[in-house]
């Protein structure tokens, strides 16, 4: 049978990580196995829609290469892939009502005051969180009074009807075979009062009709995937195989949260982040694979993942690991890919009229992110208002005398120089260090801390130079002589 996944979003806003983890897993299962990876769009919440959340999951879907076989967009004959346009053509309440006539649904007409009679509260809950367990009251009505009351019109839900007795039995690819008391379980509402189906019916609908073979969630679904399973039964379908994958947690291993500022695709984009480290990193997140390796190209993931490797055990976001790997990424990144990602950072700082792939360049071994980039080359625009003691370093041998004399020295030699290439720089520089039989520091040092003012930069003084240019490079070296001769005459 050929293996059929879908990644079924809720358009409700920015894309969180482990929605998109649901994404890739559903993907890598599918093309892992030549399968078909489906995109349904799942908005019967209309009270959580979010216009243009649904631009959103197209866009992070295309950004991150999990292209889909079938959906809104490439009906392969199973659509509609939008839940509120199959709703319109009433398959949901046609499912329904054929589990009423089974005796596994029924109407509920109960108020909101009636259900609100029914909350109690969570026995050792430190919050008095409170549970609504509804008492089947509906199931016992009569014939003739469902029929008056749907005369009348009056509001109504379709509950699914769990005996009190007995147990349900599911199997999950991760947590094995699990069996719950179906006294735990609730009467949950399949269609909602204003007509549009709960995401849990529908789900397991569409599943079916879609031919769903797979389907990956969060283990948070777990406690739900009983009622999953009876009605499966209920209707004589066979069940997709499940895969729930572990929670995601902070460093302080809570849930991650919306709060936490990069919970979603797009907060790692905007903190600098590139889109292939980003899914590197996610597929990580409750994934090992067999072998110690930690860098995949999404080909290599493709061919690789199992999800029989899943771990059970909380997956941590760790951010130090996912700024390692974005680096790596940075690193052996085509040069040009690297500039058109790294120039507008560049050019958001550094506003004169220098060699920005130059600066570019010099960084790109030494940022862990995008966002690096700007406090390492802020110097460029503008020379910091530095303090000498900068110029001494014990490992250099060098102090604001011998700095000083440097400098001196130098600035005619530089005054001199036409060429102000990194080749040129550093021949003025070494044929000095030759003359004075000194080593190499004693003379860059200075000459990179009055060029750059700063303890520590991208590139040493031959291609700051090379990128300021003669006449700024001879305006920072006088401003380090001013700065060093009123100390050491001081």
Not at 467 to 486: D, P, W
Request: hydrophobic residues 35%; charged residues 30%.
């Amino acid at each position: 049978m050929k293996i059929r996944t879908r990644y079924a979003p809720s358009p409700t806003g920015r894309m969180h990580v482990g929605n998109l983890r649901t994404a890739l897993y559903e993907f890598l299962i599918a093309k892992h196995e030549g399968g078909d990876f489906i995109l349904r769009i799942e908005d019967t919440d209309q009270e959580r829609y979010v216009e243009g959340a649904v631009d959103i999951i197209y866009r992070t879907m295309e950004k991150t290469g999990l292209i889909h076989d079938e959906g809104p967009d490439k009906d392969k004959g199973f659509g509609p892939y939008v839940q509120s346009e199959r709703m319109a053509t009433g398959i949901y309440l046609e499912y329904a009502k054929q589990l009423i006539e089974k005796g596994e649904a029924y109407y509920c007409f109960c108020t909101k005051e009636r259900l609100e009679s029914l909350k109690t509260s969570v026995e050792g809950s430190a919050d008095d969180k409170e549970i609504t367990k509804y008492d089947k009251h509906c199931l016992y009505l009569s014939k003739e009074e469902i029929e008056a009351n749907l005369a009348a019109g009056l509001p109504y839900v379709i509950r699914q009807n769990i005996p009190n007795e007995g147990t349900t039995t599911f199997t999950d690819a991760i947590y094995g075979s699990i069996t719950v008391d179906n006294s735990e379980l609730d009467d949950m509402i399949l269609i909602k009062s204003d007509g549009y189906p709960t995401y849990n019916f529908a789900n397991v609908i569409d599943d079916h009709l879609m031919q769903i073979t797979h389907v990956v969630r969060g283990n948070e679904y777990l406690s739900s995937t009983p009622k999953y399973t009876r009605l499966y039964q209920a209707f004589g379908w066979e069940e997709p195989v499940y895969v729930h994958c572990p929670l995601i947690t902070n460093e302080e291993h809570q849930k991650l949260s919306k709060r936490s500022g990069h919970s979603s695709f797009e907060d790692l984009l905007e903190q600098g982040f590139v889109t292939e480290a980003i899914v590197n990193f996610i597929a990580l997140l409750g994934w090992s694979p067999t072998d110690n390796q930690e860098i995949f190209t999404l080909e290599e993931l493709i061919q690789n993942f199992d999800y029989n490797h899943i771990s059970k055990s909380p997956a941590v976001f760790d951010m130090a690991k996912l700024r390692w790997m974005n680096g790596e990424y940075l690193k052996a990144m085509d040069s040009e890919k690297y500039y058109e990602l790294a120039l507008p950072y560049v050019s958001a700082v550094v506003r004169k009229n220098y060699d920005l792939k130059a600066i570019a360049d010099l960084v790109k071994t030494r940022i862990e992110t995008l966002l690096d980039i700007a406090e390492k080359i802020d110097f460029f625009e503008e020379l910091p208002d530095y303090d000498i003691e900068m110029y001494t370093h014990k490992k250099m041998k060098t102090n604001s005398e011998n700095s000083l004399q440097v400098l001196q020295d130098m600035l005619p030699r530089f005054e001199a120089l036409d060429d102000y290439s990194v080749a040129g720089v550093e021949k003025v520089c070494m044929d000095y260090v030759a003359e004075k039989e000194i080593k190499n520091g004693i003379c860059l040092w200075p000459v990179r801390t009055a060029v750059s003012g700063k303890q520590m930069t991208p590139g040493g003084a031959y291609e700051i130079m090379s990128i300021l240019g003669k006449e700024e490079s001879l305006r920072r070296i006088r401003i380090g002589i001013e700065k060093l001769s009123a100390a050491v005459n001081a």
